[in-house]
């Protein structure tokens, strides 16, 4: 059964370096999606990507993250300068064209530890 | 405002035992409401989803309601079991944009 992919599982990082999270969605999904989950906390929405294109961005989602689709397979989640309050579950998101009916698929989340 | 808020936030039951988790919603106008398992340290898993003109749907133990005049779902799980321990997440998605609305979780455990 295809399923979506993230690597690495764990990145830890110093203070202010950049980390990139890579994602591999399902091949024939068109919407893909970054979330963050704090530990102990609610899954938070990041962004939304479709066509090429951010689709729609929350608050948290500001100029210290981008996101790109470089190559048609994968769905990289960059975020320069990481701050301690940046530690966190990441998981990304891929589902089917059309209505929000269809289910996301989650991958199995990269955890950043930023010290 | 979009919101999702469930309840209870943890709750603890025996092997065995029937448990409802709660989801209150604002999120309009209304698409879906999805219930999702999460187990520790991973990705969310869908267990249902309901539509403005569902009120019930099972998925085996699993029994999902949705009262779209109040806003509110509910998860009946029947003779829990262990591997019933997991946070349950409701997620409502409306008919506008392309968004998901997450709830904050139920984390339920089940002991022996």
């Known amino acids: 059964e295809p399923e979506v992919t993230q690597t690495p599982s764990h990145q830890v990082t110093q203070m202010g370096q950049e980390v990139i999270l890579r994602c591999v969605p399902i091949s024939n999904h068109l919407y893909f999606y970054w979330y963050r989950q704090i530990l102990g906390q609610k899954v938070e929405f990041l962004v939304s990507f479709y066509n090429n294109e951010i689709s729609e961005k929350s608050e948290i989602f500001d100029d210290q993250f981008s996101v790109e689709r470089p190559d048609g397979s994968n769905f990289t989640l960059k975020i320069r300068s990481t701050k301690l309050e940046d530690s966190a579950m990441y998981f990304c998101a891929s589902r089917p064209s059309g209505t929000t009916y269809n289910e996301q698929f989650f991958g199995p989340g990269t955890r950043l530890t930023v010290l | 405002k979009n919101q999702v808020e469930q309840s209870p936030q943890s709750l603890i039951i025996l092997e065995g035992k029937n448990c409802t988790l709660q989801c209150n919603y604002t999120v309009s106008p209304f698409s879906n409401l999805r219930w999702y398992k999460q187990d520790t340290g991973r990705g969310p898993v869908s267990l249902t989803i309901?539509?403005?003109?569902?009120n019930t749907k099972s998925n085996g133990r699993y029994t999902a309601t949705l009262d779209a005049d109040t806003k509110q779902s509910s998860l009946h799980i029947t003779a829990s079991q262990l591997s019933d321990s997991a946070s349950y997440i409701c997620v409502v998605s409306a008919r506008t944009g392309n968004q998901f609305y997450f709830g904050t979780g139920t984390s339920l455990t089940v002991i022996p």
């Open positions: 309901m539509t403005f003109s569902e």
